[in-house]
């Protein structure tokens, strides 16, 4: 069964600290790798995306990959309290999300 | 506004009723999906469309239909409704490129509730 695990959370930062996200997925021949945000009783959307090993930064966003050790991640630096909401972490081309890192930052 | 839009956003339904649910997605890609979340609010694809042909079947039951009249749209019929299809069901698209699936962009979702 290929899986996408993240821990479900309630992850807690005070704000202004860095906020760290991780996934793991089982299923080596992932290729793309996708973080979507999404407020409660929203839709998901996009904040980053990453295809190759490293770090891939966008403003306060930084997302890792590490395909050895099949694992994902998004840095949050500089949390805002609008930045509270759940992480999805998705794997392509067999589409599967995770279930999702509840991340509340703390005003 | 260029999005994915669905309709209706809420539908309330008995048991054993038959229902559809709208999607259309004005940015031009070539790829569409549906997807439903559950309480739980795990997210799980169901069927993919691209360019009008099915690409991805996941394991649903054979209740549910989708329908892609053209590749701006793609409609989902569920026949015989059961109160474990209550959730919501998200529809989304993207631009397919190289075999692989880019982001996709999903739509405002369409709350289901089967009393």
């Known amino acids: 069964q290929k899986e996408v695990e993240q821990n479900s959370g309630p992850l807690s930062v005070p704000e202004g600290a860095i906020a760290s996200l991780n996934c793991t997925y089982s299923d080596r021949g992932s290729q793309s790798f996708f973080w979507y945000r999404q407020y409660s009783g929203k839709s998901p959307e996009l904040i980053m995306f990453i295809y190759s090993n490293g770090d891939k930064e966008d403003g306060r966003f930084t997302a890792q990959l590490n395909k050895a050790s099949q694992y994902v991640s998004l840095l949050i630096r500089d949390s805002q309290p609008s930045d509270s909401a759940t992480y999805l972490c998705?794997?392509?081309?067999?589409?599967?999300f995770g279930k999702g890192t509840r991340l509340h930052i703390l005003p | 506004d260029t999005a994915v839009s669905q309709t209706p956003k809420y539908l309330v339904t008995q048991m054993g009723n038959d229902k559809s649910i709208k999607c259309e997605q004005n940015?031009?890609?070539?790829?569409m999906y549906w997807y439903k979340q559950d309480s739980k609010k795990f997210l799980k694809i169901m069927f993919s469309?691209?360019?009008?042909?099915?690409?991805i079947n996941e394991t649903v039951p054979n209740r549910f239909s989708p329908k892609s009249p053209d590749k701006a749209h793609l409609n989902l019929h569920i026949n015989s409704l059961e109160l474990g299809d209550s959730a919501v069901y998200f529809c989304?698209?993207?631009?397919?490129?190289?075999?692989?699936?880019?982001?996709?962009?999903f739509g405002p979702g369409t709350r289901l509730t089967v009393l």
């Open positions: 998705a794997v392509t081309p067999k589409i599967i």
């Open positions: 940015l031009g890609h070539d790829t």
């Open positions: 469309y691209n360019n009008k042909e099915l690409i």
């Open positions: 989304a698209s993207s631009q397919a490129y190289r075999g692989q699936y880019n982001e996709q962009f």
